[in-house]
């Protein structure tokens, strides 16, 4: 049973434009949610988070908005960049936070 | 500060031999997490320590898989014997704090198993 979804296993976006990654999720328990960003080869590196009180925190171009009623979050990259270009994966975890559940992940591509 | 380190970075074994992943943690960081990532199953955790002490798990898969934290600085995880299906690359992560506080990936180690 996942509990955390991220439905659009990749999306492709131009250079300039605004990519929105979205995720689901069911566990009403958790109270946590964190993006990170893999490039092949590596580890998952985080990028940003957002506590459950909030529905929005931003860091220069990225923006996390969740939406609590529908279960869902999602990151906004704006303006995109080749660099952005990776696979990334929404996560949560409840209020002990022990624990991390990871999405299935979502490849960016951000064409020149 | 070098990041969470793990050795080796490829491991290619056969089918039965027993494979030995490490881990060592950032220094300061008291959780400490594996992770198995495939195509199929995404990033899955396998187990978690808290101050060197395991606290769930769950995750690991059979007995085969075995993991261990006799120190702060240092952890493996054991697959004996190992089958072709265990081929994935795995992942240690360390934190320090709970709830927002970020994991801090190792780059991994790739296990193909023959």
């Known amino acids: 049973d996942q509990q955390v979804k991220q439905n659009s296993p990749s999306l492709s976006v131009q250079e300039g434009r605004i990519s929105i990654l979205n995720c689901d999720y069911t566990?009403?328990?958790?109270?946590?949610f964190l993006w990170y960003k893999k490039y092949p080869a590596e580890g998952p590196t985080f990028l940003i988070s957002?506590?459950?009180?909030?529905d929005k925190n931003e860091d220069g171009r990225f923006t996390v908005f969740l939406n609590k009623s529908a279960k869902h979050l999602s990151l906004h990259i704006v303006p995109s960049q080749p660099g952005d270009s990776a696979v990334y994966f929404c996560?949560?975890?409840?209020?002990?936070?022990?624990?991390?559940?990871f999405g299935g992940g979502t490849r960016l591509m951000v064409k020149p | 500060d070098a990041g969470v380190i793990q050795s080796p970075r490829h491991e290619v074994t056969e089918m039965g031999q027993e494979v030995t992943l490490r881990c060592k943690p950032i220094?300061?960081?008291?959780?400490l997490f594996w992770y198995r990532q495939t195509m199929m199953r995404g990033l899955e955790l396998l187990i978690y320590?808290?101050?060197?002490?395991?606290?769930?798990d769950s995750g690991m898969p059979e007995d085969r898989f075995s993991a261990k934290m006799p120190n702060a600085s240092f952890s493996t995880l054991k697959i004996q014997p190992s089958e072709p299906r265990d081929s994935a690359v795995y992942f240690c992560?360390?934190?320090?704090?709970?709830?927002?506080?970020?994991?801090?990936f190792g780059n991994g180690t790739r296990l193909t198993v023959t």
């Open positions: 992560a360390s934190r320090q704090g709970r709830g927002e506080s970020p994991l801090h």
């Open positions: 957002i506590s459950s009180i909030k």
């Open positions: 996560a949560a975890s409840d209020n002990a936070g022990n624990m991390l559940t």
């Open positions: 220094s300061g960081h008291n959780s």
């Open positions: 566990n009403s328990m958790f109270d946590y």
């Open positions: 320590f808290n101050n060197n002490v395991p606290i769930d």
